[in-house]
């Protein structure tokens, strides 16, 4: 077991191994050592898991590549899309997370707005236009956690990462319609004059 330098963010939820990260919106930081493993190492010790939820601050792909050549992989996964810090990534960038899971093999994907538990695709909108903020106005949509309630018997407060696998709403999509889903995603939101280098806030999630 290993030791790492783990960045303790003034922001509890923001502490990272990234400095940019643990560090943004210019918040104070301080380190301390903490003892790693690897994530196949995780499963060897305790068996695959059927899903995995990765989100660790910008150290999301780290565990990812960890997996490569490494065996038996879980059959549902999911990731955050990006993590930023007050520099915003390029599309390229952001596309690096759905790479690494294509490359374990995963065909099928369903990139899901964190903040309303929504799954994104070519009919919805992760930033809506001025025109479709009217229509909300007038004509709510409904909360997507007041749906998915009703649905699962369950209440994911504001924060939880939502439903995963088959319990997810909408299609899997395959590689390349994934692509085209995140460059859209992105640019919604990043066309809005509010937007923050790191307020794009989606999950990846895949199955083989």
């Not at 792909?61 to 490494?70: D, R, T, V």
């Not at 960038?93 to 490359?103: Q, S």
Request: glycine letters at 8%; hydrophobic letters at 35%; a negative charge.
């Amino acid at each position: 077991m290993t030791s790492v330098p783990f960045l303790s963010s003034d922001n509890g939820e923001w502490s990272s191994l990234s400095t940019d990260i643990a560090t943004r919106t210019h918040l104070g930081m301080h380190t301390i050592d903490v003892k790693a493993v690897r994530l196949p190492e995780v499963f060897d010790t305790h068996g695959v898991p059927e899903y995995c939820k990765i989100d660790v601050e910008g150290a999301d792909l780290l565990c990812l590549e960890s997996l490569e050549g490494g065996g038996a992989v879980p059959r549902f996964i999911s990731v955050e899309s990006e993590c930023a810090g007050d520099t915003r990534l390029t599309d390229a960038e952001a596309l690096r997370t759905l790479e690494a899971l294509h490359k374990l093999g995963y065909r099928r994907f369903k990139l899901v707005d964190q903040a309303t538990l929504t799954v994104l695709g070519p009919s919805t909108f992760y930033t809506p236009s001025l025109l479709q903020r009217a229509v909300r106005k007038f004509s709510p949509p409904a909360d997507s956690r007041d749906v998915l309630e009703q649905r699962l018997k369950w209440r994911f407060d504001v924060g939880a990462s939502g439903p995963f696998g088959e319990d997810l709403d909408g299609d899997w999509t395959d590689y390349q319609s994934a692509v085209e889903t995140l460059k859209k995603h992105r640019g919604d939101y990043f066309s809005q004059p509010t937007a923050s280098p790191f307020g794009f806030w989606c999950d990846w999630h895949a199955t083989r």
